[in-house]
């Protein structure tokens, strides 16, 4: 077997792993601190942008650590996109997808490819397993148009 693909095979394999146990893990979930908030630093509601769309994510009251690094009161930003909040299974790990963007390596920043279009934006931040606070640690919802 090469190494590219004994590569991807571990890593959907330990992937996989992941989504279990964070399923697995049920309702195991974490206390944020009081006053923890996450909001848009950019883009603003309302606002219409050319793509690529830069998205600068800001919190308060918490830290940022990568997923995977248990920390006391860090996490890491997601980002749902035109996906609303009571759609999602805040007990479970987050999968990722198109209407789900994760930030796992620590980032407060990055940029979304976007068709031209009307988009809703909301900021979920969540535990070093993918898993939401309790209560959640969730932006406003802002919408956006892409040119």
Partial sequence: MNTALTRLSTLLVLTGG???????????????????????????DGETLEGPVRIQMGLRGMGVAPAGVEMDNTGHHHLLVNK???????????????HKRHFGG??????????????????????YRHISFDPPVVSEKITITVE
């Avoid at 068709?115 to 969540?126: D, H, R, S």
């Fill in 18 to 44: 992941l989504a279990l146990a964070g399923s697995a893990m049920g309702s195991d979930r974490i206390a944020p601190p009081d006053g923890a908030k996450v909001y848009f630093i950019s883009p603003q």
């Fill in 106 to 127: 620590g980032q407060t920043e990055g940029e979304l490819e976007l068709e031209p279009g009307e988009y809703t934006l909301q900021l979920l931040f969540m535990d």
């Fill in 84 to 98: 609303p909040l009571d759609e999602v299974d805040l007990d479970t790990s987050l999968p990722f997808s198109d």
